[in-house]
């Protein structure tokens, strides 16, 4: 085949390929169970924005219909391996509406549910209810996070200003949930502890369940 040959075919090639959004993060999935890893990146979002690197707003199909975003702080994690998994972590918890019946149906009343969680959602100000139990186990999960890394005082804003290249342990486990399956950061390790000290750690109850983890970006 000719140099000219080859450059036309080349071009033929190209043409029929389709340009289309790629991650800039590895594909590869860590595996079930713990895992030593490294903060590759942190950033400051919330549940209304999508992507890592550079947040957008997601499309108006995609939003829900409360008009009040999740704070979140969305981590990123990998390993040696270059296999890796997102964790967005709330700042707040929020009412599910079976709850919010049994404990005021009256304000309950002044409610609807809405969402895959089934939120109880204000019908005046279109907004769902902080639930302070819940705010306090998110926010939990987080300081694990944060003390794994080692960082175990000062402001969380400054605590994510220093958490890029941090190395630590994490468990990844997963959960059903409408029919696909998601990837959890459940728990949070320093680097080097022994196996029988992380059987001991807790498992946290009913954190996940606010808001689903992270599918592979």
Not at 14 to 26: F, K, M, Q, T
Not at 44 to 70: E, H, I
Not at 177 to 199: C, I, M, Q, R, W
């Amino acid at each position: 085949m000719t140099h000219d040959e080859l450059v036309a075919k080349m071009s033929n090639d190209l043409d029929a390929l389709v340009v289309s959004p790629v991650s800039l993060l590895p594909f590869e999935q860590l595996a079930l169970g713990w895992n030593d890893v490294e903060v590759k990146m942190v950033v400051v979002t919330n549940d209304f924005m999508t992507g890592l690197r550079n947040p957008v707003m997601k499309s108006a199909d995609k939003l829900p219909v409360w008009k009040d975003p999740t704070r979140q702080i969305a981590f990123y994690f990998e390993n040696e391996h270059r296999q890796g998994i997102t964790r967005r972590s709330p700042l707040d918890g929020f009412w599910k509406f079976a709850d919010l019946l049994k404990a005021d149906a009256d304000y309950a009343a002044e409610c609807f549910e809405a969402g895959d969680q089934k939120y109880a959602v204000d019908k005046k100000d279109n907004v769902r209810l902080i639930n302070k139990e819940n705010s306090e186990k998110a926010r939990f999960i987080l300081m694990r996070c944060l003390n794994a890394c080692g960082i175990s005082e000062g402001s969380v804003s400054d605590a994510i200003k220093q958490v890029v290249g941090k190395k630590l342990m994490i468990e990844v486990t997963a959960h059903e949930f409408n029919h696909k399956t998601y990837y959890d950061v459940s728990n949070y390790a320093k680097t080097g502890t022994p196996l029988e000290d992380l059987k001991r750690i807790p498992k946290p109850k009913n954190v996940l369940d606010e808001i689903p983890a992270t599918l592979p970006i």
